[in-house]
């Protein structure tokens, strides 16, 4: 029997992100885990309603066993046994970031014997996590290969502080996990390393932008796309394929995505408008993270980069080049080390 490992959740990032990952490895791993200390480096220490959530996920996706849980445990034991894919319906309550919890949920659920099918109610674009933009658009593409398909459908917008946004997203495995090793073996011999180290040259940047049906008058997504495009054109002289959307929320918001690629790098930025901040301001700023990102010559994003560490350390020698290696990766490449450790891992 496999001797439950113990997580620090104060290590490094200390944060939710921590959490949630661990918990992801044990699940794909099968490995019992105890995390402790969990978000203790946070002002509000314990699990939160994402948090809580993704772990309500994670423990059906894997039929695990779990010690009690609830908003603001700071400590949880997780026994994982076979990963098998199923239909999910989550009400997060809040504004909780919706792309947060399905960090937790992917990974496992790509490598699950049957397809999930997830139908999410929460924040779509709030502080402090991932746009759903970001997650269809920028992460998505570079790792559906893994699987036979994923898809993330918003049906509903939800801006921070009610939230109300629903997302769906279906996910139908290529593999399945019954041994971790023998699992492992045969994805190494089906897929080459991921190589992300060259930006190439960029066409086009495309422009998502995003408001409240309220907004619609004082034309808020144009004008944050217009800010952003007047930037990109200034610096990059490239041009900028634009999407303006509006849609019926239960509060006021708006967001914008900026995103470019070629055959070996994607780079994206997003921010969210909030009150009192002119719509100019929102497009400028992420255009200027655009910019910084693909000034810095990387191939892929400081964000992408944390979230792609996990499917490099199952594909040796994979390489990446972003601007930043940002706490959040250093927490995840420090979690695999801790994670696989006691596994015996294939060679070739």
Known sequence: MLEILQIDGSMLEGGGQLTRMALSFAALTKTPVRVYNIRKNRPQSGLKAQHLHALKVL???????????????TEVTFWPRMLKGRNFYVDIGTAGAISLLLQNIILPAMFA???????????????????????????????????????????????????????????????????FN???????????????????????????????????????????????SKVIKENLNLDVDVKIEYSKTLCPGSGILLYCYNSGSIIGSDNLGKPGKPAEEVGKECAEKLLYEINSNAAIDKHLADNLIAFMALLPGSKIKTSEITMHTKTCVWLIAVSYTHLTLPTN
Not at 61 to 70: H, P, V, W, Y
Not at 183 to 197: A, S, W
């Open 113 to 179: 014997e049957g397809k999930t099918s997830l139908t999410i109610q929460g924040g779509t674009d709030t502080f402090f996590a991932p746009t759903i933009d970001w997650m269809r658009y920028v992460f998505l593409p570079v790792i559906k290969k893994y699987c036979n398909s994923i898809e993330i459908n918003v049906e509903r917008r939800g801006y921070y502080p009610k939230g109300g946004g629903l997302v769906k997203i279906e996910i139908v495995p290529k593999y399945s996990i019954e041994n």
């Open 59 to 73: 423990k059906r996706i894997c039929d695990a066993k779990t010690s009690e849980f609830s908003i603001g445990t």
């Open 182 to 228: 023998d699992f492992l073996k045969k994805f190494r011999k089906e897929n080459l390393p991921i190589v992300m180290d060259s930006q190439g040259k960029f066409n086009k940047v495309f422009c998502i932008s995003h408001a409240s049906e309220s907004l619609k008058e004082k034309q808020v997504a144009e004008r944050q796309a217009k800010s952003a």
